[in-house]
């Protein structure tokens, strides 16, 4: 069975081997540290603040198993900078015909994605939608919701 592939651009792969590195050294230590305090209080039984470092360390090891998967099966991608239509690593700059607004997204592989950022997945709706577009193109996106459309305005 092959092996899942993960599409990252060159910074967002070396972001992932620092957050990596992070969560092996310093996290993973911080956490031990927590659960030989828990530790020291006595009774574990009834001991929240064992528990809880218990359930962080459980979380840090899995997020670690995932991210170092995820690295070894990384496909960089390399910088792109045609703007002639979008890419993963693409800026694009929509306007959104029913709320009438305009919105600026960055198109990433699914490691990098980060709403709060704007940087959406390219297996994302409207990544997926916007991916090999052209400005002046209108696409629509298939939202659970419902569809709606989205113009391109400009790729940076």
Known sequence: MAE?????TQKGYDE??????????V???EIVER???ARSHGDLSENAEYDAARNEQAA????????????????????????SFVHIGSKVKVYDLE???????????????????????????????LLKRKVGDEVKVA???????????EIF
Do not use: C, H, W
Request: hydrophobic share 35%.
């Open 143 to 153: 939202a659970p919701d419902g569809e709606y459309k989205l113009k391109i305005v």
């Open 35 to 37: 659960i030989a305090e």
């Open 4 to 8: 899942q592939q993960f599409i990252m």
């Open 60 to 83: 840090n090891e899995s997020e670690i198993v995932s991210l170092d998967y995820k690295i070894k099966n990384a496909v960089i991608l390399e910088e792109n900078s045609d703007t």
């Open 99 to 129: 709320l009438d607004e305009e919105e600026v997204y960055e198109i990433t592989g699914t490691t990098e994605a980060n709403a709060m950022e704007n940087k959406i997945s390219n297996e994302s709706p409207v990544g997926a939608a």
């Open 27 to 29: 996290k993973r230590q």
């Open 16 to 25: 992932a081997v620092e957050k990596l590195k992070y969560l092996q050294t």
